[in-house]
């Protein structure tokens, strides 16, 4: 569903991506695995288009969306969960939700009922300030508001940032049950334990070149993409 083709992105002279390449399925959650520094993030703001393509393309679809605004990407089905969650502290939990929903209108009541059907929790506190929930349940209400927008693909930037494994196990869940609804997941993370959990194909970006590709159980099993990727050795 979504095609990334020989994409190159950076910041003033420093080029991040370099010609990356891959593909995401709607049935293959995919997780596209990192060390820091690798350029996820940016790859996350180049599809989002909160930065320009330098050169190549990104094909929604069959849509090529590579020049759109961001505004009119979240319109055509793409929505980020960005690095850090960026919830508005000081708006409630409603109130955000409701921002997730922008491009399309004032939110109808089917559309919140949604989201509360899957968050009973964001539910139960709707109309307390965002700042006041815990950082994993912060982190369900920046993937609710992604989903008011009624995306086709999810785009998660790390996720598991700062959660405890109780939160991280959580997330997981709710993303395999996103995933289920035939929503396509595009998952950028360093947690192996999340991937593993949510992804069934892999790519691995090492300094802005994707340097592996392919089925999730293989790539992630053995433990050399942890080692030779992550810098876990
Ligand atoms: P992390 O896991 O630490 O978030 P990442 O894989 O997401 O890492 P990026 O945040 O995409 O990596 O950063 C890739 C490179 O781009 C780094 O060298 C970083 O210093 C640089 N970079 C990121 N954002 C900017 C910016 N706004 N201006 C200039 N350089 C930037």
Do not use: W
């Amino acid at each position: 569903m979504l095609r990334i083709d020989g994409l190159s992105a950076g910041y003033g002279r420093l080029e991040v991506l370099h010609a990356v390449s891959f593909t995401v399925e709607r049935d293959l959650p995919t997780v596209m695995l990192g060390a820091n520094g690798a350029g996820k993030t940016t790859l996350c703001r180049v599809i989002s288009g909160l930065i320009p393509a330098r050169a190549g393309g990104i094909v929604l679809d069959g849509a090529d969306i590579t020049r759109l605004s961001p505004a009119e990407r979240v319109r055509a089905g793409i929505a980020l969960v960005p690095e850090g969650r960026q919830v508005f502290p000081d708006m409630t939990v409603r109130e955000n939700l409701r921002l997730g929903a922008y491009v399309h209108g004032e939110p109808g009541r089917t559309g919140f009922d949604a989201v509360f059907a899957m968050f009973p929790i964001l539910a139960q506190r709707q109309n307390q300030r965002a700042g006041l929930l815990s950082g994993g349940e912060q982190q369900m209400l920046a993937l609710a508001r992604a989903l008011m927008s009624r995306p086709r693909l999810l785009l998660l930037d790390e996720p598991s940032q700062g959660l405890a494994p109780k939160a991280v196990a959580l997330i997981a869940e709710t993303v395999n049950r996103i995933a289920a609804t035939g929503v396509g997941v595009l998952l950028v993370e360093q947690n192996l334990i999340l991937a593993q959990a949510i992804a069934r194909h892999a790519v691995v970006l090492e300094t802005g070149t994707c340097v592996a590709d392919g089925p999730a159980g293989d790539l992630l099993a053995g433990g050399a993409v942890a080692d030779s990727y992550l810098g876990k050795t």
